[in-house]
Structures are given as C-alpha cells and as structure tokens.
C-alpha cells in the first residue's frame, strides 16, 4: 500500500502556521497537537531522532505510523551499518533488526573479574552507554576454562546480543546457560542442564577439547563471533578472516594451516527456554577478545587499523632483528 | 553597516533584520538571488509570534558564528538553544513548520530532535493521547503488532 492511500484526517499538506477555530483549538490544547498535523518529510525527520524501541511504540499508534516507522528504521539502520550489516539478521523486520543493533549488552564484570578475566575499557564512553564505560577488551592470563557471562539476562532484556572478534586463544565456546547456572565455571563446556532440565547450548572452536556443545565450528585469529538471543532465536554469525589460517591437532600438538572453508557461518537454534538465560563465553589462558558491539562502525575501522599498523609495527621489528641477527652471523 | 532586510509575517508584523541573519534562511536567500533590490520579504506562511521566535534564533546563530568555534561556544550555543526550546508544545510545532518553510536546516534538526525527545519513553497509548492521534489500525494489523510486542522493553 502507498503511503499517500492511507488515511490521515488531520494531515496538512503545505508547510503553515495553523489559524484553527477556537473549539478546535481549545480541543487541541488539552489532548496536545496532533503530531499529523506536520508535514511527511517533516515527521520523517523527526522519527529519525527516535531510539528503535521508542519506533517500535510509534509503530502501532495509527496505520501512518505503521508504515513510516518501518522505513525510518530501515534508513537508520543501513546508514549507520551498510546494507549488508544492516540485513545480516535474517526473518526479522526492519524495527526489529534496528532494535538488535542497538542492543549492546554488557558483562557480568563483577563475576568476570572473580574468573580472573581483566577488562579494558574505552576512555569515551560511546553514545550506547551513556552512563558507564565500555568494555572494549577482555583478556584471560589464568588456566581455563573460566566463564564469561552477560550482565543481564533475558528475564531483564528480551533482546541479548555481543560482537567479539578473537585475538588471542583459539580454544573458545560461545553460547547461552540458564541463569541458575551461571556461577558453574564449566556449565557451557559440559552443556550442563539445570533443575528444570534446560542445558547451556552453544558451538565450540573446532581445537577446543573435551567440549560437549552440539557444534563445532572453526574460529581463528581475527574471526568476529555474534550472538544474539531473541524471542524467538539463538543465532550466531562467525565471519573468518580473508587470510585466516586454523590451528588444527597433530600428533598431540597444534599446527597453523591456511583457512579455505567458508567466511561466514551461521547456526540458528529455536529459543526454547522457559527460564531466564545469559550470554556466556568459555575461555581458556591467554584468550584476548575485542569488544565490538558497543563501538561504532566508524570505532571498529579505528581498531582495525589500529591492530593493522600494529602488526605491520611487529613484523618490521621482526625483521629488522632477524636481518641484524644474520649480518652479526655474517660478521 | 550591514543591509536590512524587513521580514513581514502573514499577521502582518514586520521584523527588520541584518541581512546576514535572514540569510540563514535557504528560503530567504533564494529570494534575494531571484530579486536582488528586494528590501521587504513577505512571508505568508508564518504568524508574527513564530518569526519572532525564528528571528531570535537565527540573530543568536548568527553571532555566535562569528564569535568562531571554541568549545565554550558550543557549550554556550547548547545552552541557550536548550532554554530557547523550553516552550509549549504547539509553540515547537509551529517552530518546526517555520523551520521547515523557511528552510533553516539547524532549527528545522533542533526542534525535530525536541519533538522527538516528547515522544521518547511513552507507550503507545500515551502517544496517542499526547500528540491527540486516533488509532485506525485494522484488525489485522493490530495482530500483527502483537507479534512484535514482546520485543519491547515495557
């Protein structure tokens, strides 16, 4: 259906001061102006200025609404992330997909840092967080596995979702446990089920050993892991690296091979749970994970490059010490 | 001296202003350029009370601009723009039609962020009641919207 098929008895078509008539004025003032007296490109821009949860409200005011939210959604989300970032979360609408992106959930730091998980956070808080620092690193230097936890569950969020790209450990699971399993170091692990039944579910990096999750996935150096929990799903995007190269098990010890499998996979799983659970990271010793859901894309290019001149700086310095050491072999 | 410019509302009220504020408006100026002589611009689109408050905008804009662009006058800008959207509802409506007519993009921004900021926080129902908006939702979009509902933080 056009927007212009649908009804709206108190739009105005040109841009004017209204000159209403006193009982209409007198109406207005105590129930407030209708927000349909401005014109579209005028209400456009001002839904663009909304939060994703507060379109959701606006979205079932009146048919109007219903089918401008929609499209403000859809802008604001493909300008902020690209197209293809913005559609990545397949079967959900536009509003939907926008209040995913701004969900930015956080981590339990208080349990976090009794696993002896360290956490670095960014010196300007971005605008997801207005109160409170982000995290935008997590490090583990103790032996695993240690349990990593979100702040909230879904008892208090209905939408969960974390972004971390893997820089350290390659032996890593990612996934979902019950709220009342959240203090078991090992309840991702061993997919531990609680009293009511309900196991921790999730995938585990393909080196990781003695796992008991469903999957098996390879995740590397530079691979970004999403999860998000909905409603109605457990879902998870791993995208390799271009140039990822896997630690595979040979002869009882792990050696680099080049990475041909697909850049990005997916697994989708019902949300089937009655009760409440938390996001949840399995890590073992000198895992490093950057935090990635609460920068902006603009921060994630800044980290990139970052990560990038810092490599560059280390393979320089490699080779200038390697090239030293062979001219003193020279000498 | 700057040129005058005598900016006319549809009530009648005349404001004489600096040229230079008046070309704030995109509107404005692409009427000098079509009439360069012109010394009076009437606008029939807006009542004298709004243009007062578009004029004390854009003359505020205009010098703060030319205080040049420190921190502090940012701070200052916010501040004052802050108090200068403290108005009744209907007030900022008005203001954002005027914006709009007149095609000052950083009033139409400001008071479209100020509307926004009304609607924030509040269920569905209080938008309705707030902004005085009837429910025409049919049937089968209200099921369909109940699909979705559990998504909301409420």
């Not at chain 1, 390799?240 to 697994?267: C, H």
């Not at chain 2, 900021?117 to 009641?129: A, F, G, P, S």
Request: contains cysteine; aromatic residues 6%; proline residues 4%.
């Amino acid at each position: 259906m056009e927007l212009d098929d649908l009804e709206r008895p108190l739009k105005r078509a040109r841009s004017e001061t209204v000159c209403v008539d006193e009982a209409t004025g007198q109406q207005q003032e105590e129930a407030g102006v209708s927000l349909l007296l401005l014109p579209d490109g005028v209400l456009h821009q001002v839904l663009q200025w909304l939060p994703g949860l507060d379109l959701f409200a606006v979205n079932s005011v009146c048919r109007y609404f219903k089918d401008l939210a929609g499209r403000v959604a859809k802008e604001k989300l493909v300008r902020a992330v690209g197209y293809k970032q913005a559609a990545r979360w397949r079967d959900y609408n536009w509003l939907q997909r926008l209040a995913i992106e701004e969900t930015a959930t956080m981590f339990d730091l208080e349990r976090g840092a009794a696993q002896n998980f360290s956490f670095t956070e960014t010196p300007i808080c971005p605008a997801v967080m207005p109160i409170c620092r982000a995290v935008m690193e997590i490090k583990l230097e103790q032996p695993g596995p240690r349990l990593l936890l979100s702040d909230v569950s879904t008892a208090q969020a209905p939408v969960l979702r974390w972004k971390l790209q893997l820089r350290g450990n390659n032996a890593a699971e990612f996934g979902v446990v019950p709220l009342d399993m959240q203090d078991q170091t090992k309840a991702l692990h061993k997919c531990m089920p609680n009293a009511a039944d309900e196991r921790a579910t999730g995938f585990s990096s393909a080196i990781t050993v003695g796992s008991l999750l469903p999957a098996r996935l390879p995740i590397m150096k530079d691979t970004v892991v999403e999860i998000l929990v909905t409603p109605r799903e457990i879902s998870f995007i791993v995208t390799n690296p271009e140039d990822g190269a896997e630690m595979v098990w040979q002869n009882n010890s792990t050696v680099s091979r080049a990475y041909k499998g697909p850049r990005e996979l997916r697994l989708q799983l019902p949300n089937t749970y009655q009760g409440p659970v938390k996001l949840a990271v399995t890590a073992w010793q000198r895992a490093a994970f950057d935090v990635l859901h609460t920068l902006s894309r603009e921060e994630v290019e800044q980290l990139r490059q970052q990560r990038a001149a810092a490599q560059k700086a280390a393979a320089l310095l490699a080779g200038g010490r390697a090239a030293r050491m062979a001219l003193r072999g020279q000498q | 001296m700057n040129a005058k410019l005598t900016l006319t509302s549809n009530d009648g009220q005349k404001f004489e202003v600096e040229k230079e504020v008046a070309l704030q408006s995109q509107m404005i100026k692409g009427m000098l350029e079509d009439i360069q002589s012109a010394a009076s611009v009437p606008l029939a689109n807006v009542n004298g009370q709004t243009l007062a408050k578009v004029v004390e905008y854009c003359k505020f804009h205009y010098e703060a601009t030319k205080k040049g662009d420190t921190q502090k006058t940012k701070a200052a800008i916010k501040k004052w723009d802050k108090a200068f959207l403290n108005v009744e509802q209907s007030v900022l409506f008005d203001l954002i039609l005027a914006a709009n007519y007149l095609h000052v993009e950083s009033l139409l921004q400001l008071t479209c962020q100020a509307a926004a900021k009304l609607i924030c926080n509040k269920t569905t129902q209080e938008i309705r009641d707030m902004f005085n908006i009837e429910n025409d939702l049919t049937a089968e979009d209200e099921a369909q919207l109940l699909s979705e509902i559990e998504w909301k933080f409420e």
